[in-house]
């Protein structure tokens, strides 16, 4: 079984059930967000404001984050497990590459 196949399976119990995608790209702005994400666990738990970026390594995300009175950025939620980590970052980039798709196909985007 391969990397991302393990990636895709259940971590404790605690699976992906659900992930939309919402791209919206920042890169004329000089940004490297590509979309949003909302994800659900085991349909009992959501999370919203899941990053998507990318970068020379290639596409990576990001945990919901807030800013702090000393202007530093914090984590709201944080996966204590590097097998979770893994496992939502998997079943959030699948889902993202899925959809991107279907937006090439129409000409929405552009690659």
């Known amino acids: 079984m391969s990397r991302k196949e393990l ?3 259940p971590v404790m119990n605690l699976e992906v059930t ?3 995608i919402y791209p919206f790209d920042t890169t004329a702005a000089g940004g490297n967000v590509k979309a949003v994400a909302t994800i659900r666990i085991n349909d009992v738990l ?3 404001d899941i990053k998507i970026l990318y970068s020379n390594r290639g596409y990576f995300i990001q945990m919901p984050t807030r800013k702090s009175r000393t202007g530093e950025f ?3 939620v944080n996966p204590l ?3 979770l980590y893994l496992h939502i970052r998997r079943k959030v980039l699948d889902e993202y590459k ?3 798709e279907k937006y ?3 000409g929405s ?3």
């Open 7 to 9: 990636e895709r399976l």
């Open 18 to 20: 659900d992930v939309k």
């Open 46 to 48: 959501e999370i919203k």
């Open 74 to 76: 914090v984590p709201i």
């Open 81 to 83: 497990s590097k097998e």
């Open 98 to 100: 899925r959809i991107m």
């Open 104 to 106: 090439y196909e129409k």
């Open 109 to 111: 985007f552009e690659r």
